[in-house]
């Protein structure tokens, strides 16, 4: 499960989440009963809540990645054509610089990975944090793309007009928009 999706929405949450389908490690806060316990020799719960709750703290602690620098333009470019509508830069003084609402979309059937999560159907997706995005090579929680262009250009259901305006955008636009997105 990804944590795009509507299952994880806390630190918690992801945290017995990633022990369990990472690493194979059971915990008594894992929320899907699917997933308290596992068929390996190791008695169930493999870790306690204390272990679960420390590894919480060590992640909530983390600095979010630092910007390289700013691109005024290109995040104008950003504003006007609507992306900020889901990718907000602030959503809480803890999320500085996120670039997301944090809430789930229809993302219309290219996003379709045929899988319901809870609330969230097959093209519903919580929408992805934008903050170190100069860091990854490829993109969507499945790494489905390896272009800016093409994952802009991918958005549909409610961000389907957005990723029109991307498109009809004069080449000019698009590098500086590309360029704002290198800076986080």
């Known amino acids: 499960m990804s944590p795009f999706k509507s299952h994880t929405h806390n630190l918690q949450d992801f945290s017995a989440s990633a022990l369990v389908l990472e690493m194979g490690i059971t915990s008594p806060l894992q929320r899907d009963p699917r997933f308290k316990t596992d068929k390996d020799a190791v008695p169930d719960p493999e ?36 992306c900020a509508t889901c990718h907000r830069a602030d959503t809480s003084a803890d ?72 498109a009809d955008l004069p080449a000019a636009d698009k590098d500086k928009l590309k360029a704002f997105l290198k800076t986080l």
């Open 95 to 166: 999320a500085k610089g996120a670039y997301t609402d944090l809430c789930v979309h229809d993302m219309g059937p290219k996003f379709d990975d045929a899988i319901v999560d809870f609330l969230a159907g097959p093209t519903e997706w919580r929408t992805a944090p934008l903050w170190g995005l100069r860091f990854r090579k490829a993109y969507f929680h499945d790494d489905r793309t390896t272009s800016i262009d093409e994952a802009i250009e991918m958005h549909g259901g409610e961000s389907a007009a957005s990723a029109k305006r991307y």
């Open 47 to 82: 870790v306690n809540q204390i272990t679960v709750m420390d590894l919480v703290a060590f992640v909530a602690g983390l600095a979010p990645p630092r910007r390289a620098g700013s691109h005024p333009e290109g995040e104008a470019v950003f504003q006007r054509i609507g």
